[in-house]
């Protein structure tokens, strides 16, 4: 165990100073950055790339359940879609006081071409309840490039596909 590692987020190609930060303070992001396709500090995507966002964590306290979590959004504040390790089902491994641990996030961006903004939080999880240490809003700025293939923000991978015949109906709602 050592000193906790400095703040390096503010020297990072994702880095956005107009998002804000709040929380207890006694357990921080230290460090986020996109790796993708073998480069590390990537701020540029194109749709359907499958980049790992990784994050370094800090902590004053012990943790036996940490939390982390993230908020997809665009600019204008419209959330597209959010979690938390603990919604996902993943386990991380507790923190001593004094420590580091580093997670990955991965994360399919099937989005439309655009600018994108996360919120990430670190959290202290205990009997149900979030005790949010660290919460870094808006502070992660990245862009995804898109073929016109749809519109809006999500690309569903729709396929439209001929037939040239349907089914004849027997069953009305799954019900003879």
């Not at 966002?53 to 982390?68: E, Q, Y």
Request: hydrophobic share 35%; proline share 5%.
């Amino acid at each position: 165990m050592g000193q906790p590692l400095k703040d390096n987020m503010a020297g990072r190609s994702i880095y956005s100073s107009q998002g804000h930060r709040s929380g207890s303070g006694k357990a921080r992001i230290t460090d986020a950055f996109f790796v993708h396709g073998g480069n590390i500090d990537v701020s540029y995507f194109r749709n359907g790339d499958v980049p790992r966002l990784m994050l370094r964590i800090s902590s004053d306290i012990d943790m036996d359940r940490p939390a982390v979590g993230f908020i997809l959004k665009t600019p204008d504040n419209s959330h597209i879609t959010g979690s938390t390790s603990i919604m996902l089902g993943h386990m991380l491994p507790s923190i001593s006081s004094g420590s580091d641990l580093v997670v990955g996030l991965r994360l399919r961006l099937n989005l439309v071409g655009g600018e994108y903004l996360l919120d990430l939080s670190l959290s202290d999880y205990e009997e149900g309840d979030y005790h949010i240490c660290d919460w870094r809003q808006s502070q992660v700025h990245f862009h995804v490039s898109s073929e016109p293939t749809f519109f809006g923000l999500v690309d569903l991978d729709a396929r439209i596909e001929p037939f040239g015949w349907l089914p004849k109906e027997k069953n009305h709602g799954g019900r003879d």
